[in-house]
């Protein structure tokens, strides 16, 4: 084997032991109770030293406002952290969520489709690989991976962090879900609780229905408590009359 093949092997078996070690840790956050910007800034630290990034950032996309937000990274620069948000199809990272396809940039500092040169000029940030965040087929974000010295983005490396955001993404919509499960299932114990007071408010004080919830409301209000811990109190009250 050439001596040049040798070293290509090399760095393509380097290579794909960091993506392996990068998706397992991010593979290990899906079971963790940690917070998603805990989950985030593990995703942008990995990542950063699997592809020896200066900078890693991720944005997510807001379905409302349509703009990418940076979401996490692992740099401590103040002006690429405060980056307005970009809208979506604008700039590098825009266009790569409106097209849900990888895109490079050689130099930052001089690409026009760039929007913040400013800050690449003033952070040194020159080369660039933007892929999108996909999960089941539609983009919610975009992950950056910012060279210090400029670096034409190999396939392999393009498919690395392919790999890692597919599997950030997997983690983020599964965070979501579980989010959102928990808050469907605290919104169903309120109602149960406030339909239970209102019961006892209408059978004991002679309130409608109409009535009974305006009285817990009301509590609530002044007393700048949830309608479920004003409901829960009145429940605790019934039952502690009838022991």
Not at 94 to 101: F, I, T, Y
Not at 153 to 182: C, G, Y
Request: charge should be positive; hydrophobic fraction near 40%.
């Amino acid at each position: 084997m050439a001596k040049k093949e040798r070293k290509v092997n090399a760095e393509q078996a380097t290579s794909g032991k960091q993506v392996i070690d990068a998706l397992g840790k991010i593979s290990e956050v899906i079971t963790s109770d940690l917070y998603l910007e805990d989950i985030l800034k593990l995703i942008v630290t990995v990542t950063a030293e699997a592809m020896d990034s200066k900078i890693c950032s991720l944005m997510l996309l807001d379905k409302a406002t349509k703009e990418l937000e940076i979401k996490a990274t692992q740099s401590v620069s103040k002006s690429y952290n405060k980056k307005p948000n970009i809208k979506l199809g604008e700039g590098i990272a825009g266009e790569v969520a409106r097209s849900g396809k990888p895109i490079t940039a050689l130099d930052v500092r001089k690409d026009e489709r760039y929007i913040n040169r400013e800050i690449a000029q003033k952070e040194n940030l020159r080369s660039l690989l933007s892929v999108p965040l996909m999960f089941k087929g539609n983009v919610i974000g975009v992950l950056n991976s910012y060279t210090a010295k400029m670096r034409r983005f190999t396939k392999n490396e393009i498919n690395i962090l392919k790999s890692i955001a597919n599997q950030a993404a997997v983690v983020i919509e599964n965070f979501r879900l579980v989010v959102e499960s928990k808050v469907i299932k605290e919104e169903l114990e309120t109602r149960k609780a406030v339909e239970r007071a209102k019961d006892i408010l209408m059978k004991e004080m002679g309130f409608s229905g109409e009535e009974a919830y305006r009285k817990i409301q009301k509590q609530s209000m002044n007393t700048r408590r949830t309608m479920r811990e004003i409901a829960e109190a009145i429940i605790l009250a019934k039952e502690l009359k009838s022991i």
